[in-house]
């Protein structure tokens, strides 16, 4: 194999093998979306400085599936009494390599929701609230501990951000047979659409890959937003449906996380497929700040197929996540209901079947990588 074609398969295999890492965020809890600010492809260690990187990230998913703990509650189907929202985001992203291993990015998110439900308006009538526009912008940097060119076969990125509060927090719709007389009245949408959440946030993430084989390389990666703000101060209404949800009434500003892992295969030449877990959801407390006001906490464990295709600097990625295990636990609200009534409480939370995630990026390089080819010998046919 020429040393060109070595090179090419390196980056091939080292790109697609964590390419849709960061194509990722809490997706199947119907909270809002969300996705890392600095982790956006493994491109990102292929930057030298003033390299520029552009792509966006788009994801859908459809939650509809009512759970209360573990347990599913499919009489919500059944009755057609069920939530379905239906959550669409595109992440613009640009990344700046400051050096071959710090790395700038920002992250511009814009999404378009919808949510279907009859107990927002009198439960006698389906009805469907919407909310768009730009949605909270990520900020931050990364850094890649190990010099790539020394060490092709693997390497981790440690990343720092901000989430500031620039999506809506208090986006509205009408709502029906909820007035004076069962008349129409306009109210902020349910906390899963609301394109922002009112709170400055501290972002925290990782990314690794590892050589196996020649052609199998390890990958996983994740991250954590801290939301010290405890609530955003717009009101759910919940308190409307019953007196016991009164400690319910303000919208809270939870944490939100999500960790990856799996193994990527090299097919052939620009082609790679890849297959892992995921792990992600809303925590029942914030590791900082309050955990007053309402929020639906969960958490879901889904099998992460993926496909990806890379040439030259340019790369097209796939990644079909579907829920195995979906659990909505009792919130903080939920058990000062149930101390204070004496009645268990668990509220419920309607989740996804699966996940779309399509991730399109584009480097303009200043410079080329240069690899000791001594490096590449193990890459020989």
């Known amino acids: 194999m020429k040393q060109s074609q070595k090179k090419t398969v390196v980056l091939h295999v080292l790109f697609l093998s964590i390419g849709t890492l ?20 493994l491109e990102n260690n292929q930057l030298h400085s003033g390299d520029i990187q552009i792509g966006m990230n788009y ?9 209360r703990g573990l347990e599913e ?38 999404v378009i929701n919808t949510r279907s439900s009859l107990y927002e308006h009198g439960r006698e009538e389906r009805h469907t609230t919407f909310s768009r526009g730009l949605a909270d912008i990520r900020m931050g940097i990364g850094y890649w501990l190990l010099d790539m060119e020394k060490h092709p076969n693997g390497n981790m990125a440690l990343g720092l951000g901000i989430k500031l509060p620039t999506g809506n927090y208090n986006a509205t719709d009408v709502f029906y047979n909820v007035g004076p007389e069962e008349s129409p009245q306009v109210r902020p ?10 709170g400055f946030g501290l972002i925290m993430d990782f990314q690794f890959y590892t050589k196996i084989t020649t052609d199998i390389f390890a990958y996983g990666g994740g991250f954590y937003l801290l939301n010290p703000k405890e609530v955003n101060g717009i009101r759910t209404f919940r308190e409307t449906l019953s007196p016991i949800l009164e400690n319910e009434a303000i919208m809270a500003v939870p944490d939100q996380f ?13 082609i ?21 006001g309402f929020r639906r906490p969960g958490n879901v464990l889904s099998i992460d197929p993926g496909l990806a295709f890379s040439k030259n600097n340019f790369s097209l990625t ?9 659990e909505r636990p009792q919130s903080v609200t939920d058990k000062q209901t149930e ?26 390089a200043r410079n080329k990588i240069k690899i000791d080819p001594t490096l590449l010998n193990e890459f020989k046919n």
């Open 272 to 292: 790679s497929t890849s297959l892992g877990v995921r792990y992600e959801g809303v925590p029942v407390k914030d590791i900082m700040g309050g955990n007053n």
């Open 189 to 198: 949408v349910d906390q899963s659409i609301q394109p922002g959440d009112g």
């Open 73 to 110: 509650e499919p009489d919500r189907l059944a009755n057609e009494t069920e939530v379905i929202n239906n959550a669409h985001a595109w992440d613009y992203f640009l990344t700046y390599g400051l050096n071959q291993r710090w790395y700038a990015s920002i992250t511009l998110p814009v």
């Open 22 to 41: 960061y194509c990722s965020g809490q997706g199947c809890v119907a909270i809002r979306h969300f996705s890392s600010c600095v982790g956006s492809t």
């Open 339 to 364: 101390a204070l009534t004496g009645v268990p409480r668990n509220g419920d939370a309607a989740f996804a079947d699966y996940l779309i995630n399509f991730g399109i990026s584009y480097r303009f």
């Open 258 to 270: 999500s960790v990856r892992g799996g193994l990527s295969y090299h097919v052939y030449q620009n």
């Open 318 to 326: 796939l990644n079909v996540p579907f829920a195995v295990r979906r």
């Open 59 to 67: 994801r859908y998913f459809r939650s509809f599936r009512h759970f």
